[in-house]
DNA sequence: ACAACAAAAATGAATGTTCATTCTTTTTTT
DNA sequence: AAAAAAAGAATGAACATTCATTTTTGTTGT
C-alpha cells in the first residue's frame, strides 16, 4: 500500500517532468536525464516505470488526454438538451484548455507532431464520443447543422486550441466576456437557424 | 548566373527535404545526415548553407510562411468590398492549406512546438497584417464582428489547419461541397448580423 | 579558342559530445 | 535475510559539426 503509493507518485512526478520540458523545450530536446532530474529519481528509474523513452511519451499522453475528456464530460449528462449539454461541455472544454494550459499545451504538441505512436493517438480520439453522441442527437433533432462531425469540431471546438496557445504566448488575454464570446461564436457556427 | 541558380536549387532541396523528414518523422528524428542524403549532397555542403540546424530549420519556417502569405493574398486587392476580400483570402487560404498539404503541415508543425525561435516566429506573423487590415475596415463598416483579431482567426481561419491536419491522417475527406458549407461557417461566425 | 591556375564549392571521413539504455552495487522494504 | 526498488557509473550508438582533400567553376593570358 504504502510501496503502491510511492510509486504512483514517482510515476506522476514523471510524467509531470516530461510535460514541462515537452513543453518548453520540445521533444528533441528533452533527455531522460533531464526527466529523472526534474522528477528527482535516477535516469535508471525511469527504466522501472516505463519501457522506454517512446513508451514514457506515450504514456504521458494517454494520462493526459484521459484527464482532459474526465474533465470535460464530468458535468454533462445525456438526458440534458441538445443545447443545454452543448453548452456544458463547450464550457468545461474552455476551462481545461485556458487553465490546466500545461496539459492541453501538450495535447497540442501531440497532436500535430509525430511524436506519438500512431495507434495510442487513435486511442485517445474515442473518448470524445460522448460529444460525437450528442451532435448525432442534435441533428436527429434539426437543432444543429447536417455537417460532418468533423467541420463541427473544427468549428466549435478546436478554436479553443488556438485561443490556448496564443495566450501561453501571450499575445493576448481572454477574459470572461471573450469567452462569452468565443462560445456565442461557436453554437452559432454550429447551430442551425 | 549559371552557378547562382545552382546553389539555389541545392538550397530548395534541402528545405524540402527538411519539410518532408519533419513532416514524416518530427524534429527530434531527423538527422542532419538523412537531410543531406535526401537532397543529395553531402552533410558538410548543408553547412555551406546555412550556419547549423536551428538555422536550418528557422530559414526553412520563414521560406515556408513566404510561401503561405504570397498566396493567400495572390489574388486580394484592398479596393475589394470586406465581403468579397475575405472570400477571395480565405478560399486562396483553403486552397493552399488542403493542396501545398506538405508546407501546411510542416507550418502547423512549428505553430505548435518550441522547434522555431521565437522572434522568428514573430516574424512570420507580420505577414498577415492585410487580413487584419480588412477585418478593421469590416469593423468600422459594421459588417464584422468587434471582437478581437485573435477570436476572428480562431474562428474563421484557423479551423481550417484542423481539417487539414484530419485530411492528411486519413480520417476523412474533404470535397467540394464541403468546403462551401465549410466557407459558410467561417463567414457567418465573424459577419455581424 | 584554350591552357593554366586561382577561387569557390563540395565532399567523405574524422571528432567530440550527447544521449538512451544497461549493468553492478547500494539502499529500502518486507 | 531475502526481495524489490533505486541509484550512479558505464557502454555504445547516433549525431552535429569540422577538417583536410578533391572537384568544379571562372578568369586570365596567349
Redesign the pocket.
Known amino acids: 500500500?504504502?510501496?503502491?503509493q510511492?510509486?504512483i507518485d514517482?510515476r506522476n512526478a514523471l510524467i509531470k517532468a516530461t510535460i514541462e520540458l515537452v513543453n518548453n523545450n520540445g521533444f528533441?530536446?528533452?533527455?531522460?536525464?533531464?526527466?529523472?532530474k526534474m522528477a528527482?529519481?535516477?535516469?535508471?528509474?525511469?527504466?522501472?516505470?516505463?519501457?522506454?523513452?517512446?513508451?514514457?511519451v506515450n504514456k504521458t499522453y494517454i494520462d493526459v488526454k484521459a484527464q482532459y475528456t474526465n474533465y470535460a464530460f464530468e458535468t454533462y449528462s445525456s438526458d440534458m438538451s441538445v443545447e443545454r449539454g452543448f453548452e456544458v461541455i463547450w464550457k468545461r472544454i474552455a476551462d481545461f484548455k485556458l487553465n490546466a494550459s500545461e496539459n492541453a499545451m501538450f495535447l497540442a504538441q501531440c497532436d500535430n507532431t509525430p511524436i506519438i505512436d500512431e495507434p495510442i493517438l487513435q486511442e485517445g480520439i474515442k473518448h470524445l464520443q460522448p460529444l460525437l453522441d450528442l451532435w448525432e442527437r442534435g441533428k436527429k433533432e434539426g437543432l444543429i447543422k447536417n455537417m460532418s462531425n468533423y467541420l463541427l469540431y473544427a468549428y466549435a471546438i478546436n478554436p479553443l486550441s488556438f485561443l490556448m496557445m496564443a495566450q501561453k504566448r501571450g499575445a493576448f488575454q481572454l477574459d470572461a466576456s471573450q469567452l462569452e464570446d468565443a462560445y456565442q461564436l461557436a453554437w452559432s457556427s454550429i447551430k442551425n437557424n
Do not use: G, R
Open positions: 500500500m504504502a510501496t503502491l510511492k510509486s514517482k528533441h530536446a528533452t533527455p531522460m536525464s533531464k526527466i529523472a528527482n529519481v535516477s535516469p535508471a528509474t525511469i527504466y522501472l516505470y516505463f519501457e522506454n523513452k517512446q513508451d514514457l
